[in-house]
């Protein structure tokens, strides 16, 4: 199975502050790559797919990129409706696998 | 307007067997490219992924589960069903039930369920 490493596991940023999330695969993925959002107590969220691909509805300030094994996940200005746990999740080879989570608070 | 809701049983004890159906609407599960999953989240931990069935009824499934696991479709019905073997405690999870992405890969979901809780306890 192909092995997810998503970092941090948590940040706390200031309201407009940017924020990174990286994400790991233990082998090239070919940007199959979604990322989610999952607010508390909610079902998750699809919010980037392809490693860069918006989907539609999601605001701008969300963005992916990557390539091979190493993928990003940027929020440009961190929003308070933004606190959540991000999730990568790999596509290229089943089974799917998900990355550790990123827990975003506010600082 | 997609929507999917999971039902089950709240609570099952160690060795039982586990049924959940997730059932559906707005959308058929014989079209081409439509592919419906279940993804599980153990009380404040990671999403993991279990089982998917796509519209050819090809069938895909964790491998540290797989000897677990069953997944099914009745299309007449608009549901999906799982079905896992030997319950243990640590299987205690939300249970989530979610379609792929329209007109993109079968492994991207857009629309989710709201989950349904399982504990796994005598």
């Known amino acids: 199975d192909i092995q997810m490493t998503q970092s941090p596991s948590s940040l706390s940023a200031s309201v407009g502050d940017r924020v990174t999330i990286t994400c790991q695969a233990s082998?090239?993925?070919?940007?199959?790559l979604n990322w989610y959002q999952q607010k508390a107590g909610k079902a998750p969220k699809l919010l980037i797919y392809?490693?860069?691909s918006l989907e539609a509805g999601v605001p701008s300030r969300f963005s992916g990129s990557g390539s091979g094994t190493d993928y990003i996940f940027t929020i440009t200005s961190l929003q308070p409706e933004d606190i959540a746990t991000y999730y990568c999740?790999?596509?290229?080879?089943?089974?799917?696998?998900f990355g550790g989570g990123t827990k975003v608070e506010i600082k | 307007q997609v929507t999917l809701r999971e039902s089950g049983p709240a609570l099952v004890k160690p060795t039982q067997t586990l049924t959940l159906t997730c059932t559906f609407s707005?959308?058929?599960?014989?079209?081409?490219?439509?592919?419906v999953t279940w993804i599980r989240q153990p009380p404040g931990k990671a999403l993991e992924w279990l089982a998917l069935?796509?519209?050819?009824?090809?069938?895909y499934y964790s491998t540290s589960l797989k000897t677990r696991l069953t997944i099914s479709k009745d299309a007449s019905k608009n549901q999906v069903v799982l079905t896992m073997t030997n319950m243990d405690p640590v299987d205690t999870a939300t249970y989530y039930c979610?379609?792929?992405?329209?007109?993109?890969?079968?492994?991207?979901?857009?629309?989710w369920g709201q989950g349904a809780l399982v504990t796994v306890s005598s």
């Open positions: 999740q790999q596509y290229d080879t089943l089974p799917l696998t």
């Open positions: 082998q090239d993925i070919s940007t199959y």
């Open positions: 979610a379609r792929s992405r329209v007109g993109g890969s079968c492994y991207g979901f857009q629309h």
């Open positions: 392809e490693a860069s």
């Open positions: 707005g959308f058929s599960l014989s079209t081409t490219g439509v592919c």
């Open positions: 069935i796509d519209w050819d009824e090809d069938k």
